[in-house]
C-alpha cells in the first residue's frame, strides 16, 4: 500500500502561484510513477502532469503546458506541482496518484493504484 497526502491548495487571485505537495509512505517511492490530476464541479477528473520514477522524464496536459512544473524528491518521498499564472478555469480539486505500470499512457488515470483524498485550488478572477 501507498498512502498519498496532498498540501498546498487554497484561494488565490489569477496570475498568482501555488505549490502543491504530495507526501507518500509505504512502499519505495522511486519505484512509482506520479502524477497529478484534478476535478473541477461537474466536469469529469482530467490529467494534469506526470513525472517518471527518476524525475528525468515529464509529461503535461496541453492546457498547463509552459505554466506547471511537476518534480519529485525521492529522498523526501513527494512530488510537487508548482503551478504559475493560474487562471479561474484551473479552479479544482488537485490529486496526486501513483502507478506501478510500465509502458502504459500517463493521462489514463485507471492506470494508477494509489490517490491521494485531493486539495482544493480555487483560483479567483
Known amino acids: 500500500q501507498v498512502q498519498l497526502v496532498e498540501s498546498g491548495g487554497g484561494l488565490v487571485q489569477a496570475g498568482d502561484s501555488l505549490r502543491l505537495s504530495c507526501a507518500a509512505s509505504?512502499?519505495?517511492?522511486?519505484?512509482?510513477?506520479m502524477g497529478w490530476f484534478r476535478q473541477a464541479p461537474g466536469k469529469e477528473r482530467e490529467f494534469v502532469a506526470a513525472v517518471s520514477r527518476g524525475g528525468d522524464s515529464t509529461y503535461y496536459d496541453d492546457s498547463v503546458k509552459g505554466r506547471f512544473t511537476i518534480s519529485r524528491d525521492n529522498a523526501k518521498s513527494t512530488v510537487y506541482l508548482q503551478m504559475n499564472s493560474l487562471k479561474p478555469e484551473d479552479t479544482a480539486v488537485y490529486s496526486c496518484?501513483?502507478?506501478?505500470?510500465?509502458?502504459?499512457?500517463?493521462?489514463?488515470?485507471?492506470?494508477?493504484?494509489?490517490w491521494g483524498q485531493g486539495t482544493q485550488v480555487t483560483v479567483s478572477s
Open positions: 509505504g512502499r519505495t517511492f522511486s519505484n512509482y510513477f
Open positions: 496518484a501513483a502507478r506501478s505500470k510500465a509502458g502504459v499512457p500517463v493521462e489514463i488515470s485507471s492506470n494508477y493504484d494509489y
